[in-house]
Structures are given as C-alpha cells and as structure tokens.
C-alpha cells in the first residue's frame, strides 16, 4: 500500500507532456505528496490522499513556461504602440525607463506581472529587467519559479545611471539573497549585442560561466542589428557572440529572426536555447523568425511572450496560437508547425533550455508544477482535439494552478497575491507619477 498522498487529481483529459507517454490521455489520475508528483495512473492503483479533485470537464497539463519577458513592463503596457521599433526603442521606451523606472515601479509591475502569468497558466518565467532584488521579492512571495535576468547594457539605465558597476552590485546582492533559492534563479542578462559592447560581452559571459549562471540576450531581432553587426563587426551577431565566449555559458537568445543558415548550424550544435517570440516580432514589425528550419537543424526553441510593451499582453496560450499561424503564414504551409509542437515548445523544452530538470512535464519524481482548463466555456466547446486547443484556449479558462505542490490559483482567483490591493497600488501609483 502506497504512502498517503496530499492531493488526487482525476482528469479527464490530460497531455503529461512526458515524452515517453501517449500525447493526449483520458481518466488518469495525478497524486501529489509535498512538491513532488508521487503517481501518474488508472484509479485503480492510485494512492489515498488528503484531498481529492474529481475534473469531468477539463484539460490537465504542466504549467506553461515563458522563457522571455520583461516582468516590470505590465506597466508600459499600450504606452507607445504602432511606430517604428528603433524610434519605440530609442525615442519612447529608453527615455520613459529612465524617467519611470524604480525599485517601487519594478514591484509594482511584478505583481501585475505575476497576476497575469498565473491567471493564464504560466507557472516559471525568465525576466530581463532592472533592479532584480526588488522583482525577486516579488516573485518570491508569488510562488511562481522566476529566472531573474538583471540587465547590462552599455549607457546609462536606470538601476545603473552613473555606469560606475551598480548592475554587477545588484547582480551579486541577487546571487547572495536568492543564490540558492529553490524556485529563483539569479540570471546574467547584457540586453543585446547592439547595445553592449565586446567588453561587456565578454565580461558578463565570464561571469555567468564562473557562478553556473544563465545567461539571456536579445539576439538578431531586427535586419538593421544584423546588418550594422556585419558593417561594424564582419560578422552576424550570433557569430560575434561565439567568438566572445558566449556560446561556453548556458545560454537563451530571444527572438533570432534575423540569423543565417550558418547561424542555425552554430547554434544546433550548442546547448544554446532560442526563444521564440512571435507576437513581439509581429507587433514590433521585425518578422519571423524561421523556427520549422530551427527545429529541423535541432535548435533547441523555447517560447515566450517578451514584455508588455510590445505584446501587449502575458498570455502564453495566446503566444502558442499565434507562434503556430506566424509560421504557417511565413511558409505559406498549413503543416509548417502543429499545436503539439506549440505545446512542447511551451513546456517541455521551454524548461529544457531554462536548464530545470525537475520540470516541464508530468511525471512521477517531477516537481508538481500543474495547471487546469476548464473546458466548459463557448469558445472551446465541442473539443474534438485536446492539441488543437491551443487555437481557442484564450488563457482566463485556467481554473487552478500548482506550483511546487503548492495551489497558486484556485476557481481563476490568485491566492498569492492579492488582486484587488495591487490594483488600488496601481491606481495610487498613476496619482502620483506622470505617465
Ligand atoms: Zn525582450
């Protein structure tokens, strides 16, 4: 007879996601001892437990994992839409960050943040933003796993204005209060190869390799940033990064759009994760990025969503669909990706480029990171196809969400963060500050 368990899930329908298992499965039950998933079966073999969910009507599956964003930027969100992305980057997001920014701006952003990943099934993410021992306080108190990308860039930031080293200060406090954190992960984050220089290429790549860091870029988004790296450089960002050392860390490059057939090959025979972000390429008007090539050539591809300012939104059920159509589009091929592929680019390797092994899907010894859709909305009934929800899902039909074990969203309500005081902050906030 099993140990008793803290929680049963009965499922209807379930997509472990666990590789060596069917794709989509009926009436399999999930038990739940501490953090960790003790059972995945027939109810016929299943544990005893404290608590039990019997779901009739819908979807279990791990929890979605947003391997690019920028937490804080809920707050910037609709702030500068449809212009030009160097004059949205140079002219209005640069200046209003270094206007706006603050330790109180990065909390408050987190909550929002946080708020709006868990309520749509997010349950880690990677952020690169400033001041990252606010954000972490933040995400901490939510439950949810955050990696924590504290920002290097070559002018003056917000967290940085005097470029006298204060980001590697706020890099080494976040390593020593959450270095060993289960659930926050201290990351290296220089925000792209345009913006930094050789030397604080160089030096943040040695950096993360010596603390066992990740290490996250923007790499390739625009044709202008692959055009003026060859003028400036005689070579493609990806190729600039290999040979500063980059590609000796374990690394994520967001966005990839504009990268070469050579490009790929380096980047296929490296640990070296992309993160695909389709809805931020498509607003911000920079392309798509050819990920069908990508995973054929064995580039390991995560998913995510980027920030609010150029999403507008957190949604990684919205990100799937779009990333799916954002190819069949650009190859003019209805086969060119297939919702199965989505789902594990969201889960599985999402977890497998961020380096947690503990996660990313469901299976015995696996931390318990679980999410639930409830099916019975309009615009997802009849289900004939449990992948093919990712083309209807909308995100605010996740009913309950588990991380570590541990229940964060309960009947769609956050049980972490409280949502009515962080909009009343919001409100406060805008009183006081002007934008
Ligand atoms: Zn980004």
């Not at 972490?136 to 955050?146: E, F, I, L, N, P």
């Not at 309500?413 to 009343?424: E, G, S």
Request: aromatic letters at 8%; charged letters at 25%; hydrophobic letters at 40%.
């Amino acid at each position: 007879m099993s140990a008793k368990a803290d929680l049963l899930i009965k499922a209807k329908n379930i997509t472990t996601l666990d590789p060596a298992r069917d794709f989509v499965e009926k009436d399999l039950c999930i038990a739940i001892t501490g953090d960790t998933i003790s059972y995945i079966g027939k109810a016929d073999g299943a544990p005893d437990a404290t608590n039990t969910i019997d779901y009739k009507d819908h979807w279990v599956m791990p929890g979605l994992i947003n391997a690019h964003t920028h937490l804080p930027m809920t707050l910037l969100r609709g702030f500068s839409d449809d212009v030009p992305l160097k004059d949205w980057l140079e002219k209005h997001i640069f200046p209003a960050e270094g206007r706006l920014v603050s330790p109180e701006f990065c909390r408050l952003g987190s909550k929002i943040a946080a708020l709006e990943a868990m309520l749509s099934g997010t349950t880690t993410v990677c952020d690169m933003y400033y001041f990252e021992p606010d954000i972490a306080d933040v995400m901490d108190q939510s439950g949810m796993k955050a990696f924590l990308g504290q920002s290097f860039i070559d002018f003056p930031a917000p967290d940085n204005k005097k470029q006298d080293g204060n980001d590697y200060k706020l890099l080494e406090e976040l390593i020593e209060r959450y270095g060993s954190h289960s659930r926050i992960h201290p990351v290296v984050a220089p925000h792209a190869p345009y913006t930094c220089g050789d030397e604080t290429l160089k030096a943040t790549a040695a950096f993360a390799k010596k603390h066992n860091l990740l290490y996250s870029i923007h790499v390739s988004e625009t044709d202008f940033e692959m055009k003026q790296s060859q003028e400036q450089y005689g070579m493609t960002p990806v190729a600039r990064l290999q040979k500063l050392g980059v590609f000796e860390t374990r690394s994520v490059f967001a966005h990839c759009v504009h990268v070469t057939d050579d490009d790929i090959k380096i980047m296929a025979k490296s640990p070296t994760a992309v993160i695909y972000n389709p809805e931020s390429n498509m607003k911000l008007g920079s392309g798509a990025a050819r990920i069908r090539k990508m995973l054929d050539e064995g580039v390991l591809v995560g998913l995510g969503t980027d920030g609010c300012a150029s999403n507008n939104d957190l949604n990684m059920f919205g990100e799937m669909n779009t990333g799916a159509k954002l190819q069949k589009v650009s190859l003019a091929d209805n086969a060119a990706i297939t919702a199965k592929e989505m789902l594990i680019m969201a889960t599985r390797d999402g977890a497998k480029a961020l380096g947690l092994q503990d996660t990313g899907y469901l299976a015995v010894g696996k931390k318990a990171d679980i999410i639930s859709v409830n099916l019975r909305h309009s615009n997802l009934q009849p289900v004939h196809d449990i992948p093919s929800l990712i083309y209807s899902v909308q995100g605010h039909e996740v009913q309950d969400v588990w991380i570590d074990g541990k229940q964060t969203v309960k009947d769609h309500k956050c049980l972490t963060i409280d949502q009515d005081a962080v909009f009343d902050e919001l409100a406060h906030y805008r009183e006081r500050m002007d934008f």
